[in-house]
């Protein structure tokens, strides 16, 4: 076994979920991520944590789903085993990333709602979810095996204490600023941050941060104006989308447009009257992640970009008891700060051309 | 997929499992037996069933229990899902047989007993358990893997409710009978039946049989007298033993021998007072299954053959209330009756040379 595998499941039992002795464990496996899954198995039996290994597979899904009426409900025997478990561990690694492509979509929304509970309960757990670099992912990622397993590594294997550090440092910025702007040659956008509160999303439970890898900090902006364009190009929905453009006046869309595939962003935008909104602000910050590979887990921690979030907002970035901007969806876009860029604060410079002030290199004006 | 795959599931979970609507399954897949966790899953789709799926791994189990310093608990979510659960399928499919043969036997003796409740809250269940046919499997039946799926489909794949409906046959002889005795060439055996109720186990929870296949008719002997070789070889505690040969007198081993490792007999006849005697009679009835693979789960189901096992009885070969032969083993031997042979009950032959007598074929005298 390559002995990052071995690190992996370090990484995640320890510094994500912090598995003690004694912890009640679900595992998910994925058909491909076996190896993972062996590793895991190892960290538990060191620690003495009591681990319940669950089967994740798209085809054994697919089956089901496609064979059923639609009149879902959740067993007795699931419920016992997810409300007391304490962590759940979710070891992604599909063999063909569109298993489950023929379901139809009313089968799968039926499916899911019946199963909201369950999801519910999940997140009362110390919750983490990672993958396992697999042939199917590096297809998706449009990589070779080796290669996409390098990429893998590079995101997981970090210094995360040293990165939650880094982190904290931008979420005091952001949790004392009241307005933050962000520029580059096509973007001029403004947004209120005052009262909220970012998260420091360094990948661990202790942070309330449950994606390996993570490194992000996000916050939850509103009173939106100016223009932003998104150029990383992402699937959204099945269909690519690419140089999504939004003009925000008064916290609002006004205006939008993209290179390709406009209609996934009218559908966006026109869903509900939050989906006009921004929901997040998201700052990426993990330096192993190198390019964009079209997985939302891996794009939107990937240093030197930013991302916002039209729609549904995190409660944790909001005072307590307040609701922030609602909606039905929370669709992320990405844009690219490391060429001619400047995030500001308070009328401070904070990142300029993708480095922080705090890190060599980094250019006064 | 193979269309046995399919018609496996079907017999799995519609014949063995008798599951039903609203049922909570707890499905166990083996790493190798995917395709027959996918069959499964659209059975229990079309049916309504409400599934949980777990990953048995030996490498897992391996890692785990290397890892472990041997303080084993059971976790509260593992008992909910066991004890909330109507029905446990084992599908069965090792990538390979000897994946965990390193772990020291102390180890996995304190992990069997810490989980002695989880075996028996599995037992309160519906549960089944078959086997996927893998290229592990056919390695260790020393067979292609085509002609091992070959030779698995033809087990599993019978018209059990016919078989069930001959075995039925065969219970009704020997829960009227007092004394059976097996005789070929180098066997000469009686034993009392008398007063013990045989068991049909055609592969169905409705006749309280948990194997598929399945195919035999068991009951539990005693008084004992006379000599038995078992010709079928098979491995005891990893050795290779053959030509048992047992000499009965007064219920109990008198004299033993076997051609290689007389010492694995030896070990099992002293271990404790119940060992000495025999536990189990059963007779092979399941004529898909034509050669021996070393493998119990089949070899002990074939047509034309007899098996005794020294040590525990079952208990519902018993009178209410009381215990038969107790001991902490149940060594099954098993022996060919496919030449010139007899099964007697109470001095009327049943079957003569591997052929019962609502056979065609069966030779009178």
Redesign the interface.
């Known amino acids: 076994m390559d002995d990052r595998v071995r690190e992996h499941a370090a990484v995640l039992v320890d510094w994500s979920a912090r598995i003690e002795e ?1 912890d ?3 595992v998910s ?1 994925a ?1 491909d991520a ?1 190896d993972l ?3 895991v ?6 620690i ?1 944590a ?8 798209g ?3 697919r ?7 639609g ?1 879902f ?13 304490d962590a759940y561990l979710t070891l992604g690694g599909s063999r063909n990333t569109a298993a489950a492509a023929d379901v139809p979509g009313d089968t799968l929304a039926a499916y899911r709602a019946a199963r909201t509970e369950i999801g519910e309960a999940r997140m009362e757990t110390d919750w983490v979810s990672t993958v396992h670099p697999t042939r199917a992912l590096a297809q998706a990622a449009g990589m070779a095996y080796e290669e996409y397993a390098d990429f893998v590594y590079d995101a997981v294997l970090r210094d995360w204490e040293a990165l939650a550090e880094e982190m904290e440092r931008l979420k005091r910025v952001l949790d004392e600023g009241s307005e933050v702007s962000i520029e580059n040659e096509r973007t001029d956008l403004t947004m209120s941050i005052d009262g909220r509160t970012a998260v420091n999303s360094c990948a661990s439970v202790a942070y309330d941060s449950h994606n390996l890898p993570s490194g992000e900090v996000f916050t939850a902006p509103y009173d939106t104006e100016g223009e932003v364009v998104f150029d990383v190009p992402m699937t959204v929905d099945g269909r690519r989308v690419q140089d999504v453009r939004l003009v925000f006046e008064g916290g609002e869309v006004v205006e939008y447009g993209a290179s390709m595939n406009e209609d996934v962003i009218e559908e966006v935008v026109e869903l509900d009257d939050g989906s006009r909104r921004l929901g997040e602000l998201g700052i990426g910050m993990n330096r192993g992640i190198d390019r964009y590979t079209d997985s939302i887990l891996f794009d939107e921690k990937m240093a030197e970009t930013v991302h916002l979030a039209l729609g549904r907002a995190y409660d944790a970035c909001l005072p307590d008891g307040e609701s922030g901007n609602d909606s039905a969806v929370h669709q992320d876009f990405i844009a690219d700060m490391s060429g001619e860029s400047k995030l500001v604060v308070d009328g401070e410079v904070v990142q300029r051309n993708g480095t922080f002030r705090w890190e060599d290199g980094f250019e006064e004006a």
Chains 1, 2 share one sequence.
């Not at 089956?63 to 009426?69: K, M, P, S, V």
Request: net charge negative; proline share 2%.
């Open positions: 004694g009640d464990v679900v496996v058909h076996h899954g062996v590793a198995a190892e960290k538990l039996g060191e003495g009591n681990p319940v290994y669950t089967y994740s597979s085809e054994v899904s089956a089901y789903l496609q064979a059923h009426d009149g409900e959740v067993g007795e025997h699931e419920r016992g085993l997810i409300e007391s478990a």
